[in-house]
């Protein structure tokens, strides 16, 4: 398996984390000549990241290749068997996708920015707070989001929740997260796979938000 990705992307991180937590056998490339290229389009006509390359045919977005995974590698269990806590675990996964990273990922334009512009931050700041509340009032740590183990639910916020906090730290406006997302970021963090897997994704941000 190929996987496509950039230690930078946190939908590249976010699949890592399912790859490394079912000890999948790949290949990290870089998109050839950037994600932008015509060379990486004739992969990935999509030109987004990440995708996965499996016998000659390719698969693109993050959702869809973590239940793929799920499907073609069942252990360990990540996406549970019942029927509610399925629905609630994809409800989760498509929360992340649709309403926290936007909001999350609409500060990088102010970390590039020689001076962020306060009030833009402050309204992302407060709307990302509501999502955070909304999220806390959603999950039931145990002491994943929703399960005893690492599920799917848990691999975008494990990437986007951080993000965010560093984020909004190098705008000058602090986020502290709900305790229970606290609680649950450190000791889901410290899971193996989850610790190996963001290795790379944690250097490469630390790095541009210092430059």
Same mark, same amino acid.
């Given at each position: 398996?190929?996987?496509?990705?950039?230690?930078?992307?946190?939908? /590249?991180?976010?699949?890592?984390?399912? #790859?490394?937590?079912? *000890?999948?056998?790949?290949?990290?490339?870089?998109?050839?000549?950037?994600?932008? @290229?015509? &060379?990486?389009?004739?992969?990935?006509?999509?030109?987004?990241?990440? +995708?996965? &390359?499996?016998? *000659?045919?390719? #698969?693109? &977005?993050?959702?869809?290749?973590?239940?793929?995974?799920?499907?073609?590698?069942?252990?360990?269990?990540?996406?549970?068997? &019942?029927?509610? =806590?399925?629905?609630?675990?994809? %409800?989760?996964?498509? %929360?992340?996708?649709?309403?926290?990273?936007?909001?999350?990922?609409?500060?990088?334009?102010?970390?590039? /920015?020689?001076?962020?512009?306060?009030?833009?931050?402050?309204? #992302?700041? @407060?709307?990302?707070?509501?999502?955070?509340?909304?999220?806390?009032? /959603?999950?039931?740590?145990?002491? %994943?989001? =929703? $399960?005893?183990? =690492?599920? =799917? +639910?848990?691999?975008?916020?494990?990437?986007?929740?951080?993000?965010?906090?560093?984020?909004?730290?190098?705008? +000058?406006?602090? #986020? $502290?997260?709900?305790?229970?997302?606290? $609680?649950?970021?450190?000791?889901?963090?410290?899971?193996?796979?989850?610790?190996?897997?963001?290795?790379?994704?944690? !250097?490469? !941000?630390?790095?541009?938000?210092? @430059?």
């Amino acid at each position: 398996m190929i996987f496509y990705a950039t230690p930078l992307s946190s939908y /590249s991180a976010k699949v890592r984390i399912v #790859l490394c937590a079912k *000890g999948v056998d790949f290949e990290e490339r870089l998109p050839p000549n950037g994600y932008r @290229s015509q &060379e990486y389009r004739a992969i990935v006509p999509m030109g987004t990241l990440p +995708a996965i &390359e499996v016998d *000659g045919w390719v #698969l693109s &977005e993050s959702e869809v290749i973590n239940e793929y995974l799920e499907e073609r590698y069942p252990e360990p269990v990540m996406l549970p068997p &019942e029927p509610a =806590l399925r629905a609630r675990v994809r %409800f989760i996964s498509r %929360f992340h996708d649709l309403y926290l990273e936007p909001r999350v990922r609409a500060l990088f334009a102010q970390v590039r /920015s020689r001076g962020a512009d306060a009030a833009a931050v402050a309204l #992302l700041r @407060s709307e990302l707070i509501l999502r955070l509340e909304q999220l806390a009032r /959603s999950v039931a740590p145990c002491p %994943f989001l =929703l $399960t005893p183990q =690492l599920s =799917l +639910a848990d691999c975008g916020p494990l990437v986007t929740l951080p993000l965010a906090q560093q984020l909004l730290a190098a705008c +000058a406006q602090p #986020l $502290t997260l709900p305790p229970v997302l606290q $609680t649950w970021l450190v000791a889901a963090s410290a899971h193996p796979a989850v610790a190996r897997a963001l290795k790379p994704w944690r !250097t490469a !941000t630390q790095a541009w938000i210092n @430059s």
